[in-house]
């Protein structure tokens, strides 16, 4: 049987409470940009808001007015989504903590995940928000996935237990190495002189 190939995520839709609410959190707090909003053609009482999350993707939220913000965890029951991660840079990441702590949102602090950094907080309705800063960049040509896939055939093969910066810089010099030729390789042209 065929596959029916993703290529990325379109967007992701959520049910929020009244209007504002959605826009404080997502285009106040994250800096997501309120692109356009219509009724949500499914359910004509409802608004549907457009936000940006920055790779020209889309983060929506179902809004009515007559919901009001409950904040309580949402469930993460079989079938349920745990959280939400959002990639931020490096500086910006430094920058959260304090930025969080600013707006009295509590947090995690930050979580060392040893190929990233990660802070957890929760929206007004309770929906878990993970902020994520990779520790690394892949090298051209290639995404955070193919590193992560090499760093993680790395870490197995040394019996380690989790994703280390030393399986990250191996990995990007196997992929390197993997992709370019030099000189001094059976890849290289033989010189004709």
Known sequence: MQKLQSQ???????????RQTSIDFWEGVL???FIFEQPNLDKPRESHLYFDP???RLITIFTDESRTPEKRRTPTDPGCVHHIAFSVSRVTFLQAVSRLD??????SGVKDRGFMDSIYFEDPLGLLIELASYRFEPPAGFTHADVLM??????VGRGDYNIAEVHLADAIQTLVERSRATLSDDRAPKNPY
Do not use: F, S, Y
Request: overall charge positive; cysteine-free.
């Open 8 to 18: 990325g995520v379109h967007h992701i839709t959520l049910v929020g409470a009244g």
């Open 31 to 33: 800096g997501m940009p």
């Open 54 to 56: 920055g790779d020209g």
């Open 102 to 107: 600013e707006r009295g949102i509590k947090h």
């Open 150 to 155: 090499e760093a993680h055939r790395l870490r």
